[in-house]
């Protein structure tokens, strides 16, 4: 599936660099996510958006800073990220339908090391 | 709290057939997915379970007991390529994704 796009694939920084994650869909969803997948432990959801309005944070600490300028695309900033940051960032997106979202599908993920 | 159940690991040998099981107990529920995620690449859509009973799709079927809070993967005819992690998640009441943490399958010659 090559549907979702995400750049760059791996990431090294410090702790106390400023990067930002890049995804990009061409499937003509309406609805993206971030989600933050650690070794041997569930996804972990940080955002949504729905027709670019952000819908949820799920308390994701302010290092993470997400960015949705139109449906096709989402940013997010990263900036004095800690070691238990490092993780792999997986980008989604869905078409949001009444009585909620169809299948997700996902971007290869950015691996990203903070040092 | 809500919760998705499935092993941490299983091997199976090139040929055969392998159930990959996951429990749940979540705040309602609007159906249920598996994915497949090969090491550092996307995960990719499976199958989707809504209603009790199997669904066969290829190589691969999924069943669902909602009654249990119960699903299983079943991989036939199992190829090297198929050695990748499998992930579960169900849409809870409120049409949020819970994940479970995946089962990683090692295929063995």
């Known amino acids: 599936e090559t549907g979702v796009t995400q750049t760059p694939r791996h990431l090294v920084m410090g702790m106390t660099n400023k990067k930002s994650l890049k995804c990009e869909q061409h499937?003509?969803?309406?609805?993206m996510y971030w989600y933050k997948q650690s070794a041997k432990k569930p996804l972990e959801l940080m955002f949504v958006?729905?027709?670019?309005?952000?819908?949820e944070n799920n308390s994701v600490p302010s290092r993470f800073s997400p960015e949705c300028p139109n449906s096709s695309h989402l940013f997010l900033h990263l900036h004095t990220l800690q070691p238990e940051d490092s993780a792999l960032y997986l980008c989604?997106?869905?078409?949001?339908?009444?009585?909620?979202?169809?299948?997700?599908?996902f971007g290869p993920g950015t691996r990203l090391l903070v040092l | 709290g809500q919760n998705i159940d499935q092993p941490t690991e299983m091997t199976a040998t090139e040929g055969a057939i392998v159930q990959i099981n996951c429990t749940y107990q979540?705040?309602?529920?609007?159906?249920l997915f598996w994915y497949q995620q090969h090491a550092g690449e996307a995960p990719t859509f499976l199958s989707y379970n809504v209603l009790d009973g199997l669904e066969e799709k290829g190589r691969f079927s999924s069943f669902l007991s909602r009654s249990k809070g119960y699903s299983y993967l079943l991989l036939k005819e199992l190829q090297m390529k198929d050695s990748a992690s499998y992930l579960c998640?169900?849409?809870?009441?409120?049409?949020?994704?819970?994940w479970g943490a995946g089962t990683k399958l090692i295929i063995k010659p």
């Open positions: 958006y729905s027709l670019e309005e952000r819908v």
């Open positions: 979540t705040s309602g529920f609007n159906g």
């Open positions: 499937l003509g969803h309406n609805a």
């Open positions: 998640a169900v849409r809870d009441g409120n049409y949020q994704l819970i």
């Open positions: 989604a997106s869905s078409q949001e339908v009444a009585g909620g979202a169809e299948t997700q599908y």
